[in-house]
Nanobody, 114 residues
Framework: QVQLVESGGGLVQAGGSLRLSCAAS????????MRWHRQAPGKQRELVAA???????RYADSVKGRFTISRDNAKNTMYLQMNSLKPDDTAVYYC????????WGQGTQVTVSS
């Protein structure tokens, strides 16, 4: 059973930065696309950013220019660097990948105060 574990969430003031990590229990080379999603209270889960095995990235319009997704295959870890955070970025952030089925982490809370 493959597991993904997020960390790095917390409380930050608007304009601040956080870096989220998503550690896999086995090589992330087994995953092609890996993704970060978020879900704010009362809202649907949304895709924030994605990265392919080759390193190509895509972002939601709301985070372009502020967030950077990356992966370190040697450390079996994916990251989300979040800069210039806004209160609207407050959500639970989940990492996700496909390996014989969709695999989700348990989520990490990000709270941005105004």
């Amino acid at each position: 059973q493959v597991q993904l574990v997020e960390s790095g969430g917390g409380l930050v003031q608007a304009g601040g930065s956080l870096r989220l990590s998503c550690a896999a229990s086995r090589s992330i080379l087994n995953f092609n696309d890996m993704r970060w999603h978020r879900q704010a209270p009362g809202k649907q889960r949304e895709l924030v950013a994605a990265i392919t095995g080759g390193g190509s990235t895509r972002y939601a319009d709301s985070v372009k220019g502020r967030f950077t997704i990356s992966r370190d295959n040697a450390k079996n870890t994916m990251y989300l660097q979040m800069n210039s955070l806004k209160p609207d970025d407050t959500a639970v952030y989940y990492c996700n990948g496909y390996y014989y089925g969709e695999i989700w982490g348990q989520g990490t809370q990000v709270t941005v105060s105004s």
